[in-house]
T-cell receptor, first 113, second 114 residues
Framework: KAGVTQTPRYLIKTRGQQVTLSCSPI?????VSWYQQTPGQGLQFLFE???????NKGNFPGRFSGRQFSNSRSEMNVSTLELGDSALYLC????????????FGPGTRLTVT | EDQVTQSPEALRLQEGESSSLNCSYT??????LFWYRQDPGKGPEFLFT???AGEEKEKERLKATLTKKESFLHITAPKPEDSATYLC???????????????FGKGTKLTVNP
């Protein structure tokens, strides 16, 4: 069974730009969660989508948004990038819904200059 | 405020030297506690889920236990391939709207020397 895939793996953007990250969950998984990981703050929950609906949301500004498609693939968008948005963005999929036994992708390393 | 604290931040062991990692938490409405392993450049890998005080789970050289205030990850006779960052996360129920959130600790970086 293929694991969770994320694209792109690395990304460099400048302040003020926007970015879209993509996540393909494990086949059959309907839940996709997004996390931001930084050395200072650790892993922080962004949001979870289940069957195309946002089910849970963390404490991030509205610049961070996401969506899920009918095939469970998910995208995360960050608008008006700030230097502090530089981080590893991780996607995790789950059959039963977060946070039960989530499988993480390798992440997208975003650098904002 | 819901918090998850892991200690120590870093731990160096000799191969075969058993030890424990600690995860203490202060959350209301605990629904579950999770342990993950993360290797450099990779996403976290699921290890265990614990739901109630007194529960224990084992996998190879790892054993996770849970009390009302903390969880321990015991590593018995570790090998160099056990070197990784171990993350603890708690699932807490938000009273507002009935939604849930996952709060992660910052991890313990374990290094096992041959």
């Amino acid at each position: 069974k293929a694991g969770v895939t994320q694209t792109p793996r690395y990304l460099i953007k400048t302040r003020g730009q926007q970015v879209t990250l993509s996540c393909s969950p494990i086949s059959g998984h309907r839940s996709v969660s997004w996390y931001q990981q930084t050395p200072g703050q650790g892993l922080q929950f962004l949001f979870e989508y289940f069957s195309e609906t946002q089910r849970n949301k963390g404490n991030f500004p509205g610049r961070f948004s996401g969506r899920q498609f009918s095939n469970s693939r998910s995208e995360m968008n960050v608008s008006t990038l700030e230097l502090g948005d530089s981080a590893l963005y991780l996607c995790a999929s789950s059959f039963a819904g977060a946070p039960y036994e989530q499988y993480f992708g390798p992440g997208t390393r975003l650098t904002v200059t | 405020e819901d918090q998850v604290t892991q200690s120590p931040e870093a731990l160096r062991l000799q191969e075969g030297e058993s030890s424990s990692l600690n995860c203490s938490y202060t959350v209301s409405g605990l629904r579950g506690l999770f342990w993950y392993r993360q290797d450099p450049g990779k996403g976290p890998e699921f290890l265990f889920t614990l739901y109630s005080a007194g529960e224990e789970k084992e996998k190879e050289r790892l054993k996770a236990t849970l009390t009302k205030k903390e969880s321990f990850l015991h590593i018995t006779a570790p090998k160099p391939e056990d070197s990784a960052t171990y993350l603890c996360a708690v699932q807490a129920l938000l009273t507002q709207g009935g939604s849930e959130k996952l709060v992660f600790g910052k991890g313990t970086k374990l290094t096992v020397n041959p």
